[in-house]
């Protein structure tokens, strides 16, 4: 036979409920540093891009900088 549900206490569901507000904070926590990681990863990449072009097309720092300020 199946058994019915537990009732569970005012107390018991207040437990519950602040052990997954918590659960979600460390969660929400965890995913925006890995959120602010991958765009770290995804910032340096494309310097790096940028980086392999110069030096590709023979321009310096100071030639990319003159030409984005002008």
């Given at each position: 036979m199946a058994r019915g549900r537990k009732s569970y206490t005012l107390e018991e569901k207040l437990q519950m409920v602040t052990t997954d507000i918590e659960n979600t904070k460390m969660c929400l926590q965890k995913?925006?540093?890995?959120?602010?990681e991958l765009e770290?990863?995804?910032r340096q990449q494309?310097?790096?891009e940028i980086?392999?072009?110069?030096i590709q097309n023979g321009k310096t720092f100071d030639d990319v900088m003159a030409f984005l300020a002008g």
């Open positions: 995913l925006e540093t890995e959120k602010k770290e990863q995804i494309r310097l790096d980086n392999k072009l110069m």
